[in-house]
């Protein structure tokens, strides 16, 4: 199994709604990141969360890092077709901050 | 300006050729990386350099050989291509700041089949 499992595997919203992806890991977290993937393109950092619990927001994104559960969910509100892409969450689980692992991402797709 | 450039965006060869892909960052950074994405989009690092030294190996045949000849570019070389290479391949460069944060600068990847 993975050490980090993001859900759902995809998602199809209309636009204007709210949705959530979440992100477990099976390991205890250091560091927390959440990135964007726009097809043929590379990854756009979005946000990183830290050790102990956190949360963060940049326009219509929250993510939130629960230590209890080593669990991140990635928030938007108001979805937009600029929202659309692969989210991709990856975690640091050796405290050094140079090897992240990534989840297996979520596909996400915004309705007109 | 472009932060993390790769060369080429794609690449179509056949099996048992060798090749390079380039990477060249211009943000001053000191780490660099080299990542694989699979047809599922499963990302997973292959190499990590930090002011030229590798720092992360992981478990990748050893086909695969990176070079940094200076630390803005890590470059990729791959001998004897296979099929399973086929892939998107995608380098990253960051500067350490403590408190492992760690923020990433992707390329554009480069796409590589194998025929």
């Keep these: ?10 998602l199809i919203v209309q636009e204007g709604k709210n949705l959530t992806i979440n992100c477990t890991s099976s390991k205890t ?16 950092f979005l946000m990183m969360l830290q050790k102990g619990g956190e949360e963060k927001s940049h326009e219509k994104i929250t993510a939130k ?13 108001a979805s937009q077709p600029s929202h659309a892409g692969i989210y991709l969450c990856g975690a640091d689980f050796t405290g050094g901050g140079n090897k992240l692992t990534f989840g297996t991402g979520t596909q996400l797709k915004v309705e007109l | 300006d472009t932060a993390v450039s790769q060369t080429p965006k794609y690449l179509v060869t056949q ?3 060798d090749k390079s892909i380039k990477c060249e960052q211009n943000l001053g950074h000191d780490t660099m990386y080299w990542y694989k994405q699979d047809s ?3 990302l997973k690092i292959m190499f990590s350099y930090n002011n030229k030294e590798l720092i992360i190996n992981e478990t ?8 940094s000849p200076d630390k803005a570019h890590l470059n ?27 923020e990433q600068f992707f390329g554009p990847g480069t796409r590589l089949t194998v025929l």
């Design chain 1, 1 to 10: 199994s993975q050490e980090l499992e993001q859900s759902p595997q995809s």
């Design chain 1, 29 to 44: 977290l250091y560091g927390l990141y959440w990135y964007k993937q726009k097809y043929g393109e590379g990854l756009i």
């Design chain 1, 65 to 77: 890092l629960d230590e209890k559960k080593q669990q991140s969910s990635l928030h938007i509100t």
């Design chain 2, 15 to 17: 099996m048992g050729n």
């Design chain 2, 40 to 42: 599922k989009k499963f």
């Design chain 2, 60 to 67: 990748v045949p050893n086909r695969f050989s990176p070079k």
């Design chain 2, 76 to 102: 990729l070389h791959i001998n004897s291509l296979e099929l399973g290479d086929s892939a998107v391949y995608f380098c990253a460069s960051s500067q350490e700041r403590g408190l492992s944060y760690n």
